[in-house]
């Protein structure tokens, strides 16, 4: 069996943003990181596989990106990851996205896609239910639990109040959140000395437009900064939540 | 000249960040505090592949170069030194000396797990009374033919309990002086070998440092490193790449106290504003800044000396010497800038304090480190 992990290539989780002309990210100075719930999905990928006794085999990562991302799939690899997929175009929005996975992947016999349920950067949380719509496959969201016994696959989902566990035949794509696994693996000298060794193949774009297109953004108004009160002056208190923050 | 680093060593330097400051910070002050050793993160130290990075994967280690090995301590070193000493005393003192010094079949039997992480190991040069003077070694390995005799004390030694694999310096030839003394693989549960009480110590305490005792410990002769009286040359040569590794370790305590004090400056307001816009304090970030990363410099050019094969015994020296000073005076500036809250634990720049006073004295005093570039540059003159 085989398993795909599709990442982004996303900016660190502290970064500063900042903007050029209220139109694009200004990447100057930002480090670049696998988006975060992806990389839980790929650790959770490397735990099945080492436990399945050898019926899960492989591992793949996929990412949609110029070279310049090729930096963080090494890094998937250094975790873990057996071979990488990059389809050589900006990442557009994910429609776009979901789209060169689906066509990139199609006939290769991935039993299992795992996908983070939104990126850190644009947070469209729709890419793993695109993506199992264009390979017309299952796909299940809010994931928190994938289990292999060896010869069934469970899921379990979150859902108010509690959760759920579902059988899901193959192939589907899996949309992984919170509880997945513990934390993200940390790669080993091994596996970075490794990483580079490891086959990354670059498969070129097929025609297809963006459905939607990033006019502008902006940034969230500051936060006021904290006003003290003495805890004596409860007069003082009161004319300020009534008159200037206005919410008695 | 190219600053830049390579996507490996970016990658080693992240992945030791992520080890330092997701699992060591978490029990980092309580086991200074019961010094206890780190049993747990030697594991997963060992697990990812840090305590043989620099050792060739001919032998099982990492095969990573030094540069990578000092931007690793660094990040260790930042958050919690005593897993860094012992992860340097592995990597420097005991891999590197086995590796490039010891037979095919020493380096099977003693150098595949240390490099693996299996087991860790010490070394044993430092005496009651010969400390920067290591010529003047008590212990003795008296020739018995086909095995030494070894007799003797051996004081602050790291990983002294939890090592399995001794490196030990020690004279065989007295009227012979340094080039009587040899170096020996010793086994730790060799009969004979008993350890004093854990050393009580002010900083780094959760590593552990005793007195290690010799009372007729019989070594075969095929662990002897090297020709018959080749143990002060080994143990010079050792010390010299040893050094590298305190340089990234003082240099880490240094920007983990920096990094701290800044951001503490940037939180805590005094007369109406943040501490930061106060000059006396933000000059005294600034010089911290400039100073550390003068010694960062200094660091990774010696590691870089090494990696190219060049000599590097002046550079580690200078390195050792400018990054322990950092490292004093940047932690005392830490808490100077903490104030009250910098004499508690609880914002670990008071531990950070501690554990840079050290790096003055091990390996090297800053006092030796002095000797060693003065007799480098008066040559040069």
Known sequence: ?248 | MDFELTEEQKMIQQAARDFAQRDLITDVIERDTKAEFPTQHVKKLAELGFLGMLTGVKYDGGGMDTVSYVLAMEEISKIDSSVAVIMSVNNSLVNHGLEHYCTEAQKEKYLKPLARGEVIGAFLLSEPEAGSDATSQRTTAEDKGDYYLVNGTKNWITNANSASTYILIAQTHPELKHKGINALIVEKNSPGITLGPHEDKMGMRSSDTHSVMFNDVKVPKENRIGEDGFGFKFAMKTLEGGRIGIAAQALGIASGAYERALKYSKERKAFGTEIFNHQSVCFKLAEMAIRIEAARLLTLKAAWLKDQEQPYGTASAMAKYWAAETAMWVTTEAVQIHGGYGYVKEYHVERLMREAKLTQIYEGTSEIQKIIVGRAICDQA
């Open chain 1, 1 to 248: 069996m085989k398993i795909l992990v599709c990442i982004s290539h996303v900016p660190d989780t502290t970064t500063k943003i900042k903007f050029i002309d209220g139109k694009s990210l200004d990447t100057a100075g930002v480090q670049w990181i696998i988006n975060p719930w992806d990389e839980l999905a790929l650790t959770r990928a490397l735990e099945l596989k080492e436990s399945s006794n050898g019926l899960i085999d492989h591992v793949s990562v996929i990412t949609v990106g110029g070279p310049d991302t090729e930096p963080t799939i090494r890094k998937a690899l250094a975790i873990g990851a057996d071979s990488a997929i990059r389809v050589n175009a900006a990442a557009g929005d994910t429609f776009f996205v979901a789209y060169q996975v689906a066509e990139a992947i199609k006939n290769s016999g991935f039993d299992i896609i795992l996908a983070g349920i939104d990126s850190c950067d644009f947070n469209g949380s729709s890419f793993g239910s695109m993506l199992g719509e264009f390979l017309s496959i299952t796909s299940v969201s809010s994931v928190s639990g994938v289990n292999f016994n060896g010869n069934d696959i469970s899921v379990d989902r979150e859902i108010d109040g509690g959760k759920e566990i579902l059988s899901c035949p193959v192939p589907f794509v899996a949309i992984v959140q919170k509880g997945i696994t513990k934390e993200p693996r940390i790669p080993s000298m091994r596996g970075i000395m490794t990483a580079r060794t490891k086959p990354l193949a670059v498969v070129e774009p097929v025609a297809c437009e963006a459905l939607t297109e990033f006019l502008s953004f902006e940034l969230p108004k500051h936060k006021a900064s904290c006003r003290m009160v003495d805890p004596e002056n409860v007069k003082e208190l009161v004319e300020l939540l009534r008159n200037e923050a206005k919410v008695i």
